[in-house]
């Protein structure tokens, strides 16, 4: 019994910590030279902002949903013209959901580290590439 006691209590030391790791990332927005802005619109045309990490291989680019928080990738999926701002720059795409071969290749070549999937709480990962418009 005294066993279970522990395992349910660092249990819930992970989540906490699992949960006030993805609310700082999502209140503070880190942003540096590997991240940029998407712009993604809902149904009414509205946008919202959030900082991502910019994936590229081979000339293209990607971007990650590595979070369980992802209203950002729900909204790429449902409208799928999405502004990009990097480096100042603002320009539209086209968002491009990845399957098989494609996704496995870019998750490969943009692997995360064991530490920021723990710290995560391991969500899963989808990608998608941005194609300009």
Do not use: C
């Amino acid at each position: 019994m005294r066993l279970i006691k522990v395992v349910l209590i660092l249990g819930l030391i992970y989540v906490g910590v699992v949960v006030t790791f993805e609310s700082l990332l999502g209140y503070f927005q880190p942003a540096d030279a590997q991240t940029m802005v998407i712009t993604t619109f809902d149904a009414d045309g509205v946008g919202s902002d959030r900082v991502v990490a910019r994936l590229e291989t081979n000339g293209e680019l990607y971007v990650a949903a590595n979070h369980w928080p992802r209203a950002w990738y729900r909204a790429a999926l449902a409208n799928d013209g999405v502004e990009i701002t990097f480096n100042g720059v603002k320009a539209p795409y086209t968002a491009v959901l990845l399957e098989g071969a494609e996704h496995d290749r870019i998750n490969a070549d943009h692997a995360l580290p064991l530490g920021f999937r723990v710290l995560t709480g391991f969500p899963p990962r989808y990608l998608m590439r941005l194609d300009p418009q």
